[in-house]
């Protein structure tokens, strides 16, 4: 089996080579990720709002992945532009289950993206 390192290198591949439907298939069906603005408690609900960020995605470049056990951290610079334009540095601490990603917390500056969020209040 993969390791924790292994599977989120492979999920951040697809997402950066915009193959969703590859990328979904690294993720556990009751995924539950926990952003800065919401809270996602599916693969599904997760995969949706991850296509909408990868439209106004411009650069997303994996600095370091760290991993133990069934654990990984990913830091990335995320480059996006309107109607959040912006480059921001992304931490992401992600819990790995049965080879699948089940439970993300990420840590980032948000000011860049609360208008898509806020109703355009940043």
Known sequence: MAT??????????????????????????????????????SADDYIATFTGLLGITVRLEVKTIVAEGEEAAIFFELETKAPAEGVVLVAEWHQIKDGKIAHVESAFDGRPFAAMFTGGQP
Do not use: M, P, S
Request: charged share 30%; net charge negative.
């Open 4 to 41: 924790a390192g292994e599977i989120l290198k492979q999920f951040y591949d697809a997402a950066i080579a915009r193959d969703l439907a590859k990328a979904r298939t690294y993720l556990a069906d009751d995924l539950v990720f926990v952003g800065l603005f919401e809270t996602y408690r």
